[in-house]
Structure formats: C-alpha cells, structure tokens
T-cell receptor, first 114, second 109 residues
Framework: DGGITQSPKYLFRKEGQNVTLSCEQN?????MYWYRQDPGQGLRLIYY???????QKGDIAEGYSVSREKKESFPLTVTSAQKNPTAFYLC?????????????FGPGTRLTVL | GQNIDQPTEMTATEGAIVQINCTYQ??????LFWYQQHAGEAPTFLSY????GLEEKGRFSSFLSRSKGYSYLLLKELQMKDSASYLC??????????FGQGTTLQVKP
C-alpha cells in the first residue's frame, strides 16, 4: 500500500526542547511539504522540497528546520526558537504522474508543548 | 498580496444541497483544488479545476470562473458523514498551494 506516514500521532514536549517530526512516503514523489494548521485556520506552508538535497522556506519557516537526504523522507525539527509550537503538523507529497499537482497528505502529528 | 476567502462556517440539513464559495487573488493561477478534512485527520482530495466550468464527480461538483477569481463546491444529497471542513487551495506560479482558512460544514438531521 502506497502512502505517507507520520509519527507519532501525538507528541508532548517541554518548552525549550527541540523535537523532530518524521514523514515518510513510498509514493516515489519528488516533492514534499510541511504545513502547520492551527484551530480555525487553513494550512500554512513551513518548508518544501522539490528534489532530494534541496529545500526552500515556506511562509512561516522561522523556528523550524528540515532535511531531505532521501527521496522518501522529509523530517521537520521544531526548535526552541519557535514561539508557538503547539499545533497540528501535516506532511504532504506530490508527483507529476497526473496532469495536475495533487498533494497527498499524511495523517498528521499533533504537537503539544507544555 | 495573495488571498483566498471562504465562509468560516455553514450549516445544512441532511438530504439537502449546499454550495461553499471560494474567492481568490493570487500571483498566477495553475489550478484550484478542493479538499475535505474531518476533524483531526488529513485532508483528502475532492476536485481540481483549471479551466472555467463545472466538474462533476458523484455527489460533489466544483465550478471555476477564472475571470472572476471564483469557485464553488456543490454538495448534493447531503449525508451526516459530509460534516467536515472543506479547504479551497490555489496553485500559483511557484507551484505551491495557497490554502483558504477552510469552511466547517455541519450537517444536521
């Protein structure tokens, strides 16, 4: 079964700690994305990567970091510099097997910083 | 600037028809997506429009007018399971998706 996995589903951390959220896909997609979703708000782009070993900042990259060492993996680190890290984090990927750039989403990780 | 507007909340009755509107102003346009998202879950793809007109897919249809910067999602024969948030997203020149804040639809018996 092809898809995107994110783990864990729920994550609790103390303020001041860095935390890494995992995202793995076996869809053979080139592009991967990280979004943040806050209650009552749409998805905001944190970082994206269109190819291995390359990534770009999205609209709200401050306090976050990513790496893209493998095509299948795009982990997101929430650093202590992120002022309001508690949120629902969604990872997505897209390929170009279709005529349009549909993004497929993972199940999400809900991060709570105490 | 780039902006996508949707109503925040809507309520409809089981079996009825509901139309969720989306207006957008973006740098470039490469297509408009509608996603459905149940609470606490991942968004799932519903429809894609790049040309003007209506795209029908079962109980769901999506309409686009590029000249007006306007789209709507039409849900027919509403079911309780259609209670969810509906996200409008536009792909701009950069290939990134820009999302609206989502419309939370509550279907009542």
């Amino acid at each position: 079964d092809g898809g995107i996995t994110q783990s864990p589903k729920y994550l609790f951390r103390k303020e001041g700690q860095n935390v890494t959220l995992s995202c793995e896909q076996n869809l053979n997609h080139d592009a991967m994305y990280w979004y943040r979703q806050d209650p009552g708000q749409g998805l905001r782009l944190i970082y994206y990567s269109q190819i291995v070993n390359d990534f770009q900042k999205g609209d709200i990259a401050e306090g976050y970091s990513v790496s893209r060492e493998k095509k299948e993996s795009f982990p997101l680190t929430v650093t202590s510099a992120q002022k309001n890290p508690t949120a629902f984090y969604l990872c997505a990927s897209s390929g170009h097997s279709l005529s349009y750039n549909e993004q497929f989403f993972g199940p999400g990780t809900r991060l709570t910083v105490l | 600037g780039q902006n996508i507007d949707q109503p925040t909340e809507m309520t409809a009755t089981e079996g009825a028809i509901v139309q969720i509107n989306c207006t957008y102003q973006t740098s470039g346009f490469n297509g408009l997506f509608w996603y459905q998202q149940h609470a606490g879950e991942a968004p799932t793809f519903l429809s894609y429009n790049v040309l003007d007109g209506l795209e029908e897919k079962g109980r769901f249809s999506s309409f686009l007018s590029r000249s007006k910067g306007y789209s709507y999602l039409l849900l027919k024969e509403l079911q309780m399971k259609d209670s969810a948030s509906y996200l409008c997203a536009v792909e701009g020149n950069t290939g990134k998706l820009i999302f609206g804040q989502g419309t939370t639809l509550q279907v009542k018996p």
